[in-house]
């Protein structure tokens, strides 16, 4: 069975790249292969990158009410915080399976850069998310550079998508 899965993923050349996501086969194999350990504990670690994220940018906390007066041994403890935290890697966790559908990625970070224009949140605060998720990823997961590339230009395919909407939204207000 996996042999056949292997060719129906690798059938063709695995490194031309996708026009839309800029991506090829081989790094979506390798983003989706070194997620699977993040997603296996995703509370955990989306609840740390989070803190890490206050950590460097405190004044990004002014964006979650639940938490802006706690201090960070109380997060874990406060239900709105860990739902947000589900939700942000449930949301990952869709864009990084469906990263073999570009279009149907770019549809997702659109809809996200209008919630969170909603917000007020800005293309800066998700360029200082980036560079935590990076470090994250380097520091935690041991990437080596051929899949930390991938993850790099994956995030970027994800924001493109998002500041359009987020973009138009701030543009409007």
């Known amino acids: 069975m996996g042999g056949?899965?292997?060719?129906?993923?690798?059938?063709?050349?695995?490194?031309?790249?996708?026009?839309?996501?800029?991506?090829?086969?081989?790094?979506?194999?390798?983003?989706?292969?070194?997620?699977?350990?993040?997603?296996?504990?995703?509370?955990?670690?989306?609840?740390?990158?989070?803190?890490?994220?206050?950590?460097?940018?405190?004044?990004g906390k002014q964006f979650f009410r639940m938490i802006k007066d706690l201090n960070e041994e109380q997060y874990d403890s406060n239900i709105q915080f860990r739902a947000h935290v589900i939700s942000l890697m449930t949301s990952l966790n869709l864009a990084v399976n469906t990263l073999n559908q570009p279009e149907v990625v770019a549809v997702l970070m659109k809809k996200l850069g209008e919630s969170h224009a909603k917000r007020k949140i800005q293309k800066k605060d998700f360029q200082d998310l980036k560079g935590v998720i990076v470090k994250m990823f380097i520091e935690v997961l041991k990437l080596d550079d051929a899949t930390l590339g991938a993850w790099v230009k994956t995030i970027e395919f994800w924001y493109k998508n998002i500041f359009e909407t987020l973009t138009t939204?701030?543009?409007q207000s």
């Not at 695995?14 to 996501?21: I, K, L, R």
């Not at 390798?30 to 405190?58: M, T």
């Open 4 to 59: 056949m899965l292997s060719q129906l993923w690798w059938s063709g050349n695995p490194d031309v790249v996708n026009p839309e996501s800029g991506l090829t086969r081989r790094e979506i194999y390798a983003v989706q292969k070194s997620w699977i350990p993040v997603y296996a504990n995703n509370v955990a670690v989306g609840s740390e990158l989070l803190k890490r994220y206050f950590r460097a940018y405190p004044e």
């Open 169 to 171: 939204a701030e543009s």
